[in-house]
């Protein structure tokens, strides 16, 4: 080869290395950016509860939460949501976690059970202990229930048929959410035979909720959520930063989340962007995508949502009926003399009002007011066996569960939903017999005192 030929062979080969080199080097950008934004978006240590510092001499032994993939290893619901920040995007945990505006609520509703403090009794046989408990007139293992949640798609694709799979497995209740990604017919045929209820959003006019109804009965849904506090939407400020308005997501949230190849695969790469399959009927053909379908609906809620709508509703549905969203005694008044079946103190998980009182705060009061006529339930800020059992203590027939399993679904999917249900009944079931009582009936106000209040604890 002449010094011409071989000048040439190698303008030919670097010509054709550019192209790959460039790739290589826009590949190598893209890993490096996406471990900055990754570790940006992330906690670099999953800190235990700030009570275990006692346990530790100047920071050793190290504690750290389990974030690998294996469900099973999980010994709590914070190693359930350490696997989730470790496996899904900013926006989608920012959906899950955040609260309105200073999260004060958020924050009240976890804080509130810290300030009950347990009286166990000792020297009891409770080695014939049981969750065994009554909802609505039917047996359920444990006084928990599934707690509607909507947008679970954006956590895993058909999460809502896994939630109600897991529900179904750990024998309580599963309510499917107006806004869930799965049909209700779908989630229907992932549990067979399970408490399958449905939560009703009121929006558009009254042929909308009332098909949405007939459909359920159809179904088979055993009970109708009316949820009553979001006809406007809370503020929701940590997760509207990670949208451009409303209608996608931000330049920095996308490319974030492209540092999540897993989350990527096992949803949108797979599966494509989650829809509203329950109500895209009623939607307008131009705004059936997932943000504007989202934003449709809450433009469309009626602020004009009163008691006569409830009225209207529990002549429509004969079925048990449960109103969720009570916060003011008044309200719980109300409720008594309206026929519904039972009724939800919630504050939305801290994500509509903020600076409310915490649900737990108003459980004494309602169970007062109420006595038999009506169940109580309690949603919000269940994290621990002995949170559930705390609720029930003060008066709440059973609780609703919604973050805690959606860590186990943005952790691993059906099999951590079910992990999350069982370290929730684990825990309730050990804190039993600990406590000192073999029944749930057997829980009352004298087993607990308040760390916060002046009074002292009661004599016998």
């Not at 040439?8 to 590949?27: D, F, I, V, W, Y």
């Not at 649900?359 to 949170?387: F, H, K, M, N, Q």
């Not at 919604?402 to 999350?420: C, K, Q, T």
Request: hydrophobic residues 40%.
């Amino acid at each position: 080869m002449s010094p011409r030929q071989r000048f040439a062979h190698h303008r030919n080969t670097q010509k054709s290395l550019a192209p790959l080199l460039e790739c290589g080097l826009a590949g190598l950008a893209g890993i490096v950016a996406g471990l900055v934004l990754a570790r940006r978006s992330h906690p670099t240590a999953y800190d235990p509860n700030r009570h275990t510092e006692l346990a530790q001499l100047d920071g050793t032994p190290s504690r750290r939460y389990y974030t690998g993939v294996n469900a099973q290893r999980a010994v709590a619901i914070g190693d359930l949501r350490a696997m989730s920040h470790r496996c899904l995007p900013r926006f989608a945990l920012e959906y899950v976690e955040g609260g309105a505006q200073d999260e004060a609520s958020m924050f009240r509703e976890r804080r509130a059970y810290a300030d009950w403090r347990f009286v166990p009794r000792t020297l009891v046989d409770v080695s014939g202990r049981t969750l065994e408990s009554d909802i609505l007139g039917r047996p359920a293992a444990m006084p928990l229930v599934v707690a509607p949640t909507g947008l679970n798609g954006i956590i895993r694709a058909h999460g809502d048929s896994m939630l109600a799979r897991a529900a179904f497995e750990a024998g309580v209740p599963f309510v499917q959410s107006t806004m869930s990604n799965d049909s209700m017919e779908q989630v229907a045929k992932a549990a067979p035979g399970g408490r399958h209820w449905w939560q009703l959003y009121v929006f558009g006019g009254d042929e909308v909720w009332q098909e949405l109804l007939r459909r359920a009965d159809q179904t088979g849904c055993e009970a109708l959520v009316l949820t009553t506090n979001t006809q406007i939407f809370g503020d929701r400020e940590w997760q509207r930063r990670n949208q451009v308005g409303n209608k996608r997501l931000s330049t920095s949230a996308a490319v974030e989340s492209m540092s999540h190849p897993r989350w990527l695969m096992q949803n949108l790469l797979t599966h494509g962007t989650p829809t509203f399959p329950n109500i895209i009927d009623f939607l307008p053909k131009d705004q059936r995508s997932f943000f504007a379908a989202s934003r449709w609906v809450r433009a469309h809620q009626p602020t004009s949502l009163s008691w006569d709508t409830v009225a209207k509703i529990r002549q429509y549905w004969k079925k048990p009926f449960i109103l969720k969203g009570i916060l003011c005694p008044e309200d719980v008044r109300r409720a008594v003399d309206s026929g519904v079946d039972a009724i939800v103190l919630s504050s939305h998980g801290g994500r509509q009002l903020d600076w409310t009182i915490s649900p737990l705060d108003l459980v004494p009061t309602a169970r007062e007011i109420a006595r038999d006529r009506i169940a109580i339930y309690l949603a919000g800020g269940i994290r621990r066996g002995t949170d559930m059992l705390k609720a029930l203590a003060l008066g709440a027939d059973a609780v609703w569960v919604g973050r805690a399993v959606l860590y186990g679904l943005g952790a691993a999917g059906a099999a951590g939903a079910s992990r999350a249900l069982e370290i929730l009944k684990s825990e309730a079931s050990d804190a039993m017999g600990l406590l000192g009582v073999n029944r749930i009936s057997e829980l009352n106000p004298r087993l607990l005192t308040n760390v916060r209040s002046s009074a002292m604890l009661t004599l016998p």
